[in-house]
């Protein structure tokens, strides 16, 4: 059974920082695309960044490109997302997601972990 779960949001003011993790497990890490997604209330679900993307190694969103950096620790099956220079607009639930040929957009991913919330404060 595949299994995602996200940690490390809370709340932070603008300017700060804060590190996302991602455990995966019930699939073979290194076969598999994760994404992360972020979704404000009343906003569609955004694409933020993947790794072992379908269209390339790493890919960002415009919007967080230069200020989010994604990694992975494939002993660990475990995607970090470090967030710095946090705005008050990447306020949102965070979601990481997994599939076998995935890219930015949410509908390319069936699995999805619960989501966890990064606050940021102006």
């Known amino acids: 059974e595949v299994q995602l779960v996200e940690s490390g949001g809370g709340l932070v003011q603008a300017g700060g920082s804060l590190r996302l993790s991602c455990a995966a497990s019930g699939f073979t890490f290194d076969d598999y695309a994760i994404g992360w997604f972020r979704q404000a209330p009343g906003k569609e679900r955004e694409g933020v960044s993947c790794i072992n993307c379908a269209y390339g190694t790493i890919l960002y969103g415009d919007s967080v490109k230069g200020r989010f950096i994604i990694s992975s620790d494939n002993a660990k099956n475990t995607v970090y997302l470090q967030m710095n220079s946090l705005k008050p607009e990447d306020t949102a639930v965070y979601y990481c997601?997994?599939?076998?040929?995935?890219?930015?957009?949410?509908?390319?991913?069936?699995?999805w972990g619960p989501g966890t919330q990064v606050t940021v404060s102006s």
């Open positions: 997601a997994a599939d076998e040929a995935g890219g930015l957009e949410f509908d390319e991913y069936a699995y």
